[in-house]
């Protein structure tokens, strides 16, 4: 044997041993070398990422690529985990598909990467798209642009779970949409694993003689969480390059529990029931519970909250792992999902058969819309029955994914623009592909001679590895399959030493430069004021090379200041709902306090209504932008962690955007509402005359019926078109809320009404209008409805109003189906009234399909 041909032996030896010992390392599935795709899209060459994984070209497996693009993006954001492959880009004007050959036997996940930006002077904004797979729909009108603002990421990956395709040809096709002028489909990346089966039949919560069978469904990944754990990266997943979150930011109040991590002596062993693909080691060596005080265990549910989109069945995973219990019967408890009971009685060691071996429950619910609610809640607690040794729950990892509806639909609504990551239903992950790496090992191998260069490349290899493991947990999003936090322009001003920026809303709030603000405004040109407020002027502005905001700039004199400032940024950095303002940024440069916000087109509603007269709103036009007004207050008494009132509700701050969708404004003045024990918060008493609360303004005792005497003022305003305060008028008529009162009583409240939309208004709407508008004006606070009843009266009133040649029982019916909708937001008081209202035979039909409501 000459010289040669005993190092080619050498080195395919070595290259066995190296693939052999790295796919038990990494227990990589087998099937994934035959059938699995790692693409960067629109590359004209393979390329490495920041974790060594090796992206090829997507041309061979592009139908006619002779009629797509490829394109740099003209810019990075520093969040990026790597060039590859989000820096290019491949565009599709029109319908376009690409084909794999795969095993039709097998599972594969596809994971697709976008990176929002400017390609070739082609603003991503303009892409909205839909992509299928074998008859599956996976995104439908999709905007990356949105999503990837809603939830202040700079990228996006969606992860699904195919089914096996029998023909054993996978067609990736991207649509276009045909209702965007200009419109795009854009993809960075593309992934295509094979991965094995985990997924079975699993019960649904709620019927004990129901279950899912999961084999036969796609499904989308929408949360994986690492429970009392750090993130975990792809590179170290056990085979499918899946990456974990930490759990802590989907907490529901205080209650945190504890964490801890399992002792080396505790050696985590997977039975045979369970495969290693399931969850990798790191998710079981580490996990939450409840905390040593047993009597405050008893008293609370460790909790979890999750955005999720309804009308879809969700399939939640729960990774367990006893590495503190060693005995059946030592801690016991009851799983919670959506306030019902998934497991009324878990004890994992009487699951696993002994303390260090994991095990996974699954369960499936279906989320209607007639919950009222797109939240998922997960929550433990203590079992009492069973009289445990220790009062307390544990959870490792927990995992939710979305299941395929009958039409093969897994799509659902771009997020609300907004700098508060929620809702969320994407993540970041790092693909790594052991065919990928067989190919960067044979590299190595060329230079390979005998096995003591094998032993300094394995040892080079983890101690590589190990630092991008370090990396990539500190870039690592806390929101699942959303990718890291984005970050632009200048991140910290020249006064950072002494920013008004707080550490709960700064850091989820973009920061601009004062630099950036000037060029957007013209250094504050006038001419692009387009509004004047207590705070100061807004202005008409543009960043990031053409997105209209508004730009407001505190000015110096008002009398609202710094307080207001971190208020807002707080408050906004926290909250996302269709029907609030978002805020995109702040500026705190130079002694300037500036917020950046999204621009609403239409301006005030009080423009529309009296001041200026821009334009004369329909009755119909009006009755919309109340009730988006009313789901926008209702979110902050009832949506958040804590009840947020707004305490400056007025019709100069609920806005209009291009599609005179209502947004709630200026929360500068905002208070969190009274606690679980208490009734109300005792603060100085601020808002505007003519909307305040005459019991808050004489008690100085502030509840969230504050904000429904405000929106009471501003229900009259609509109807009326008139100031809520007009001192030109006579004495009784200065005030709305009091001239309106008056003429109720007097029975002449159609005589006020604004005469352009008097003959609009249908008698059953005006009526039930008329009602709740006059209930939110009452003296004491108790007696006026929360939000949520005033919300499902306004849409009564559309149902009145749309059905007004109808017969009276479809009108009915309409309004039953709007209650259906809301009646979790009814009070028990203010069901009780209804029925009295409404009488016990139309109350039967209305409450037909009451649920029992839960509190917050």
């Known amino acids: 044997m000459n010289c040669n041909t005993q190092i080619l032996f050498w080195a395919i030896l070595c290259s066995c041993i190296i693939n052999r010992i790295y796919s038990r390392k990494n227990n990589i599935f087998s099937a994934s070398n035959l059938d699995s795709f790692v693409l960067a899209c629109g590359a004209s060459?393979?390329?490495?990422?920041?974790?060594?994984?090796?992206?090829?070209?997507?041309?061979?497996?592009?139908?006619?690529?002779?009629?797509?693009?490829?394109?740099?993006?003209?810019?990075?954001?520093?969040?990026?985990?790597?060039?590859?492959?989000?820096?290019?880009?491949?565009?599709?004007?029109?319908?376009?598909?690409?084909?794999?050959?795969?095993?039709?036997?097998?599972?594969?996940?596809?994971?697709?990467?976008?990176?929002p930006s400017f390609y070739n002077n082609m603003n991503c904004f303009d892409?909205?798209?839909?992509?299928?797979?074998?008859?599956?729909?996976?995104?439908?009108?999709?905007?990356?642009?949105?999503?990837?603002?809603?939830?202040t990421q700079a990228y996006i990956v969606k992860e699904f779970a195919l089914i096996p395709l029998k023909s054993g040809a996978l067609s990736l096709t991207f649509i276009p949409s045909t209702s965007y002028e200009d419109s795009f489909a854009f993809v960075n990346g593309i992934e295509i694993i094979s991965m094995p089966k985990i997924f079975q039949p699993a019960p649904f919560v709620g019927f004990s003689d129901m279950s899912i069978n999961a084999e036969y469904y796609t499904m989308q990944t929408m949360y994986r969480l690492n429970v009392g754990g750090q993130f975990i990266p792809g590179t170290n997943d056990s085979g499918l390059v899946r990456t974990w979150y930490d759990d802590s930011p989907y907490l529901f109040g205080a209650a945190f529990g504890v964490t801890s991590k399992a002792s080396k002596n505790v050696s985590i062993e997977y039975p045979s029931t369970v495969s290693k693909y399931i969850a990798p080691v790191d998710v079981y060596i580490t996990a939450r519970t409840m905390g040593p005080n047993q009597t405050v265990n008893l008293n609370f549910n460790l909790t979890w909250?999750?955005?999720?989109?309804?009308?879809?069945?969700?399939?939640?995973?729960?990774h367990f792992c006893e590495y503190q219990m060693s005995k059946v019967n030592?801690?016991?408890?009851?799983?919670?999902?959506?306030?019902?009971?998934?497991?009324?009685?878990?004890?994992?060691?009487?699951?696993?058969?002994?303390?260090?071996?994991?095990?996974?429950?699954?369960?499936?619910?279906?989320?209607?819309?007639?919950?009222?609610?797109?939240?998922?809640?997960?929550?433990?607690?203590?079992?009492?029955?069973?009289?445990?040794?220790?009062?307390?729950a544990i959870l490792n990892g927990l995992e939710i994914f979305k299941v395929n509806d009958t039409k093969g639909?897994?799509?659902?609504?771009?997020?609300?623009?907004?700098?508060?990551?929620?809702?969320?239903?994407?993540?970041?992950?790092?693909?790594?592909?052991?065919?990928?790496?067989?190919?960067?090992?044979?590299?190595?191998?060329?230079?390979?001679?005998?096995?003591?260069?094998?032993?300094?490349?394995?040892?080079?290899?983890?101690?590589?590895?190990?630092?991008?493991?370090?990396?990539?947990?500190?870039?690592?999003?806390?929101?699942?399959?959303?990718?890291s936090s984005r970050s632009s322009g200048t991140k910290t001003s020249k006064n950072s030493g002494s920013s008004r920026f707080t550490s709960s809303g700064g850091g989820l709030c973009r920061h601009f430069s004062l630099a950036e603000i000037k060029l957007g405004t013209n250094n504050f040109d006038d001419s692009g004021v387009i509004g004047v407020g207590g705070f100061g002027k807004v202005y008409k502005g543009y960043i990031d090379g053409g997105t209209v905001v508004a730009i407001k700039r505190a000015n110096p004199s008002s009398e609202q200041g710094v307080h207001e400032f971190q208020t807002e940024i707080n408050l906004l950095s926290k909250l996302r709902h269709c029907h609030l303002v978002s805020l995109i940024g702040a500026c705190d440069e130079d002694n300037e306090m500036i917020l950046v916000y999204d621009h609403m087109a239409n301006g005030t509603l009080r423009e529309h209504l009296y001041k200026n007269s821009k334009s004369c709103l329909s009755w119909k036009q009006r009755l919309d932008i109340c009730i988006g007004a009313a789901r926008g207050l209702h979110y902050l008494?009832?949506?958040?962690?804590?009840?947020?009132?707004?305490?400056?509700?007025?019709?100069?701050?609920?806005?209009?955007?291009?599609?005179?969708?209502?947004?709630?404004?200026?929360?500068?003045?905002?208070?969190?509402?009274?606690?679980?024990?208490?009734?109300?918060?005792?603060?100085?008493?601020?808002?505007?005359?003519?909307?305040?609360?005459?019991?808050?303004?004489?008690?100085?005792?502030l509840t969230e019926k504050s904000d429904v005497y405000s929106f009471g003022v501003v229900l009259f305003e609509v109807l009326c078109s008139r100031p809520a305060l007009d001192p030109s008028l006579s004495k009784e008529q200065v005030s709305l809320a009091e001239w309106a009162l008056l003429n109720h009583q007097r029975g002449t409240l159609e005589a006020i009404i604004d005469p352009h939309i008097k003959g609009q208004i249908t008698l059953d709407c005006f009526k039930n209008f008329a009602e709740i508008a006059v209930k939110c004006l009452s003296d004491n606070g108790v007696h006026r409805p929360s939000m949520g009843t005033v919300l499902w009266n306004l849409e009564y009133s559309l149902q009145f109003q749309n059905n007004p040649n109808g017969p009276e029982v479809?009108?009915?019916?309409?309004?039953?189906?709007?209650?259906?909708?809301?009646?979790?937001?009814?009070?028990?008081?203010?069901?009780?009234?209804?029925?009295?209202?409404?009488?016990?035979?139309?109350?039967?039909?209305v409450f037909s399909q009451i649920v029992n409501p839960q509190g917050r």
Not at 305 to 318: E, K
Not at 653 to 659: C, T
Not at 667 to 693: A, C, I, M, Q
Request: proline share 6%.
């Open 637 to 701: 008494h009832t949506g958040a962690k804590h009840t947020i009132i707004h305490r400056d509700v007025k019709s100069t701050n609920i806005l209009l955007d291009e599609n005179w969708v209502a947004k709630v404004s200026d929360f500068g003045l905002s208070r969190t509402g009274p606690t679980v024990n208490e009734t109300h918060v005792s603060t100085v008493v601020k808002g505007s005359f003519g909307y305040l609360d005459p019991e808050y303004f004489r008690r100085q005792k």
């Open 305 to 318: 909250v999750f955005q999720i989109d309804i009308n879809f069945t969700y399939l939640v995973r729960f």
């Open 45 to 115: 060459s393979s390329a490495t990422d920041a974790d060594g994984r090796n992206w090829i070209p997507d041309t061979e497996f592009l139908n006619a690529p002779e009629k797509t693009t490829s394109a740099n993006a003209q810019s990075q954001d520093p969040s990026l985990p790597s060039n590859v492959p989000y820096m290019r880009a491949r565009i599709f004007k029109s319908e376009s598909t690409y084909k794999f050959s795969i095993s039709p036997k097998e599972r594969h996940l596809i994971r697709l990467h976008f990176y």
């Open 810 to 845: 479809v009108a009915e019916q309409k309004a039953n189906d709007a209650y259906n909708m809301h009646t979790t937001l009814l009070t028990i008081e203010e069901e009780d009234e209804v029925c009295e209202e409404r009488g016990e035979h139309s109350a039967n039909a």
């Open 127 to 151: 892409a909205f798209f839909s992509v299928t797979v074998g008859g599956f729909t996976l995104l439908n009108n999709f905007s990356a642009s949105i999503t990837a603002q809603a939830l």
């Open 330 to 392: 030592q801690r016991v408890f009851n799983i919670f999902i959506n306030n019902q009971t998934a497991y009324p009685a878990a004890d994992v060691i009487a699951w696993a058969g002994g303390e260090g071996v994991p095990v996974y429950k699954d369960f499936a619910i279906h989320v209607d819309d007639q919950s009222g609610d797109d939240q998922l809640w997960v929550a433990l607690h203590p079992n009492v029955t069973y009289h445990p040794e220790y009062y307390n």
């Open 409 to 483: 639909n897994l799509a659902g609504p771009n997020p609300v623009p907004s700098p508060t990551p929620k809702s969320p239903e994407n993540r970041p992950f790092s693909p790594s592909k052991s065919s990928n790496h067989g190919r960067v090992v044979g590299v190595v191998l060329g230079t390979v001679a005998g096995f003591g260069l094998l032993v300094a490349g394995i040892a080079f290899f983890s101690c590589g590895r190990k630092k991008v493991v370090e990396v990539t947990s500190c870039t690592g999003s806390w929101l699942p399959l959303n990718g």
